[in-house]
């Protein structure tokens, strides 16, 4: 995932924060790091790069009904909406009066809010709450590098490094949607062939486009007519991430509750792969939304993320029911110094020097590096053997990748300890 490619370096974060190819960079956060404390009652103290006065509310949908929520949240929405008139933040900015809803198919339900400490706290001794989270800043995974064309699509469809043809069945992600939770999507480029929409957006007061360059990047890696994996995928975005790369956690529920209620609506499940090259601090109710989507019939792929640290103290890499890949370098099939590592991790795919879709004309390209660069590679593969094989559940995907994976013989060189050692295939060794 990358911000503006002009000024990446200066504007990524560490990805919980996001981490570097090199070195860390600096919190694209950092500011509100140093001002801001978790509150003891959060089911996340030890959370960084938190959105002062945020909060995500999850309830007890297990033991009250539909109904009792409704009216829970909507007494909540009166107080904050009555409450944050003249409440400010430590900054002296006025907390807001939104509030938004999230309701999945299994009866997840959550609400996202602004206030102060002490209604925040009461909310959480409320019997119809199971939890409140301090809500997260996520970023985009991915780190501008030098533009010159990397043997992704190369690699995933032969055992060894070195070959120099992509080989592919050209059925290739017919009959699938993926949705790429990320920055947008620059619909009207060349190599969409116009299979690519921008279905929703979470940034209030943002254009309805990619205005960064990550989620296009990520799009022509999935489903791109040279570039992509599955050529013939619809491509749906959803903008949960601004110009700079940037969101909250909020943000990516928005965008989570939009393709489970889309998926049911077009009654395309099993039939739907879902891409999410983003990340931030481990958070429970990410990781229960994308378990919610799992159960809806969402296949979801997820970037391991950048801070050479183990994945699972990040969201969301570490959601149980979600493909989490780490990246290599496809000219080596060394593990990429920066990419997240552990138990967590299903897969490695090409995440160093990968070209794809920029934004700069509907001609754009752009080469990028980072677990955001895997992570669609996979996504991409995902959409492909459900097309071809007619796979139809995130568990099911997950094991036919590793099996294709096996019969390579290929393995990740310099490997951390503890992680797999999988690389992403396509069966035409």
Same mark, same amino acid.
Not at 66 to 75: L, R, V, Y
């Given at each position: 995932?990358?911000?503006?490619?002009s000024t990446?370096?200066?504007?990524?974060?560490?990805?919980?924060?996001?981490?570097?190819?090199a070195?860390?960079?600096p919190?694209?956060?950092?500011?509100?790091?140093?001002?801001?404390?978790?509150?003891?009652?959060?089911?996340?103290?030890?959370a960084k790069n938190?959105?002062?006065?945020?909060?995500?509310?999850?309830?007890?949908?297990?033991?009250?009904t539909?109904?009792?929520?409704?009216?829970?949240?909507?007494?909540i929405?009166t107080?904050?909406q009555k409450?944050?008139?003249?409440?400010r933040?430590?900054?002296?900015?006025?907390?807001?009066?939104?509030?938004?809803?999230?309701?999945?198919?299994?009866?997840?339900?959550?609400t996202?809010?602004?206030?102060?400490?002490?209604?925040?706290?009461?909310?959480?001794?409320?019997d119809m709450?199971?939890?409140?989270?301090?809500?997260?800043?996520v970023?985009?995974?991915?780190?501008?590098?030098?533009?010159?064309?990397?043997?992704?699509?190369?690699?995933?469809?032969?055992?060894?490094?070195?070959k120099?043809?992509y080989?592919?069945d050209?059925?290739?992600?017919?009959?699938i949607?993926?949705?790429?939770?990320?920055?947008?999507?620059?619909?009207?480029?060349e190599?969409?062939q116009?299979?690519?929409?921008? /279905?929703? $957006? #979470? !940034?209030?007061?943002? &254009?309805?486009?990619?205005?960064?360059?990550?989620?296009?990047?990520? =799009?022509?890696?999935?489903g791109?007519?040279?570039?992509?994996?599955?050529k013939?995928v619809k491509?749906?975005?959803?903008?949960?991430?601004?110009?700079?790369?940037?969101?909250t956690?909020?943000?990516v529920?928005d965008g989570?509750?939009?393709?489970?209620?889309?998926?049911?609506?077009?009654?395309?499940?099993?039939?739907a792969?879902?891409?999410?090259?983003?990340?931030?601090?481990?958070?429970?109710?990410?990781?229960?939304?994308?378990?919610?989507?799992?159960?809806?019939?969402?296949?979801p792929?997820?970037?391991a993320?950048?801070?050479?640290?183990?994945?699972?103290?990040?969201?969301?890499?570490s /959601?149980? $029911? #979600? !493909?989490?890949v780490? &990246?290599?370098?496809a000219?080596?099939?060394e593990r990429a110094?920066? =990419?997240?590592?552990g138990?967590?991790?299903?897969?490695y795919?090409?995440?160093v020097?990968?070209?794809?879709v920029?934004?700069?004309?509907?001609?754009?390209?752009?080469?990028?590096?980072?677990t955001?660069?895997?992570?669609?590679?996979v996504?991409g593969?995902?959409?492909?053997?459900?097309?071809?094989?007619?796979?139809?559940?995130?568990?099911g995907?997950?094991?036919?990748?590793?099996?294709l994976?096996?019969?390579?013989?290929?393995?990740?060189?310099?490997?951390v300890?503890?992680?797999?050692?999988?690389?992403?295939n396509?069966?035409?060794?």
């Open positions: 995932m990358a911000p503006k490619f990446l370096l200066t504007s990524l974060l560490s990805l919980a924060p996001l981490g570097a190819l070195g860390p960079l919190s694209f956060h950092s500011s509100v790091e140093s001002v801001s404390k978790v509150s003891a009652f959060v089911s996340n103290p030890n938190i959105v002062p006065n945020s909060y995500i509310v999850v309830y007890n949908s297990s033991s009250f539909t109904d009792d929520i409704d009216a829970q949240e909507a007494s929405r107080t904050i409450r944050n008139l003249s409440k933040d430590a900054s002296g900015r006025l907390l807001s009066t939104r509030i938004r809803s999230f309701s999945m198919a299994n009866g997840w339900r959550a996202a809010m602004e206030s102060d400490e002490d209604f925040a706290s009461q909310v959480n001794q409320m709450v199971s939890y409140v989270e301090a809500n997260q800043y970023q985009v995974s991915a780190l501008v590098a030098q533009a010159n064309a990397p043997p992704g699509l190369v690699r995933i469809s032969h055992a060894d490094v070195g120099d043809s080989v592919f050209n059925s290739s992600g017919q009959g949607t993926a949705y790429v939770v990320d920055t947008g999507i620059l619909t009207t480029h190599e969409f116009g299979r690519a929409t921008l /279905a929703f $957006n #979470a !940034i209030e007061g943002s &254009a309805n486009t990619d205005e960064n360059g990550h989620g296009s990047h990520v =799009s022509g890696t999935i791109g007519a040279t570039f992509g994996v599955a013939n491509l749906v975005g959803v903008k949960v991430l601004d110009a700079s790369g940037g969101g956690n909020a943000d529920l989570l509750n939009f393709v489970e209620s889309d998926v049911q609506d077009k009654k395309i499940q099993g039939k792969v879902m891409n999410m090259s983003l990340g931030g601090g481990l958070s429970q109710a990410i990781n229960k939304a994308i378990e919610a989507l799992v159960d809806a019939g969402v296949v792929v997820v970037a993320g950048n801070e050479a640290q183990d994945a699972a103290n990040t969201s969301p890499a /959601a149980p $029911n #979600a !493909i989490t780490g &990246a290599l370098d000219t080596t099939d110094d920066f =990419s997240n590592f138990d967590v991790v299903d897969i795919a090409p995440g020097d990968v070209l794809s920029g934004i700069k004309s509907n001609t754009d390209t752009e080469t990028l590096s980072g955001s660069m895997a992570s669609p590679h996504a593969l995902a959409a492909y053997l459900m097309s071809l094989e007619d796979l139809t559940t995130a568990a995907v997950a094991q036919r990748m590793k099996s994976a096996a019969a390579t013989g290929a393995t990740v060189v310099k490997n300890r503890g992680t797999t050692s999988a690389i992403a396509n069966g035409n060794l």
